[in-house]
């Protein structure tokens, strides 16, 4: 069952590096972007405003090369670049499903993509295309996570989706304890005080300041977006400053 007063009207999408990859470890695995895409342009033609963040960790992390030695912010340029890569495959794919979309980028790379313009991204949101932000927030030290918190309070972002390879946020690592449980609703100081690894701290404390809520799911799972934002169902782990099922569903 679906209603058309969706309680959220504009999302922010953070798509990481890692579920481009889909089941491989590095590259982009087109079969699992042609999976999100589709249910991308699900979602939008319900006229969902769609605002998305790509991360760049399938092909390059600057920390890990940093690690090993490289110049930290020439590193994190690369990564930057990463990304980029990543937004014109998605780009690619939704526009080959009909989906009208903008790439803007936070470094100038005019001959590729549109520079990241707050205003020009709204208007587009308007105009029901998809704006695909890349480049992260354009500065080295940051990440993808902080880059999509930034742009969700930017563009007045009614939540910002989290996609990930699992269900949401466990009260502890489901890799070790078999008996880990999936939470589904959080505050954001219980998120804090039991140290629930969500996102980095700036990122965190960005949508936590700017009360937008986070929604933590599986997007690789059919029809899961759908459901989250056109059928109301409590899809993954919702972070928000209330907790309880309020933050799903029909506004
Ligand atoms: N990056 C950066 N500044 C930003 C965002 C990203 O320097 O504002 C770089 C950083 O090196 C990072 C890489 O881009 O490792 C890819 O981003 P991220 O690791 O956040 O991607 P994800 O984990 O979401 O795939």
Redesign the pocket.
Known sequence: MGCDNFRYKRILL?????VLAGDKSFGIDFDAVAKISKEIVEVAQHGIQIAMV?????I??????AAVGMDR?Q??????L??VINALALQDNLERLGLPTRVQT?VNMQEIAEPFIRRRALRHLEKGRVVIFA?????????????ASLRAAEVGADCLLKATKVEGIYDKDPMKYEDAKKLSFVTYLEALSKQLKIMDATAFSLCMENSIPIIVFDILQEGNLKRLLIDGEPIGTLVSARGGSGGYGCG
């Open positions: 953070k798509l990481s590096g890692e790509v991360g760049g960790g399938n390059f992390r600057g920390s890990q090369a912010p590193a994190d340029y690369m990564g930057m990463a990304t936070a480049a992260g927030t354009g500065s080295p030290y940051f990440s993808t996570d902080t880059a």
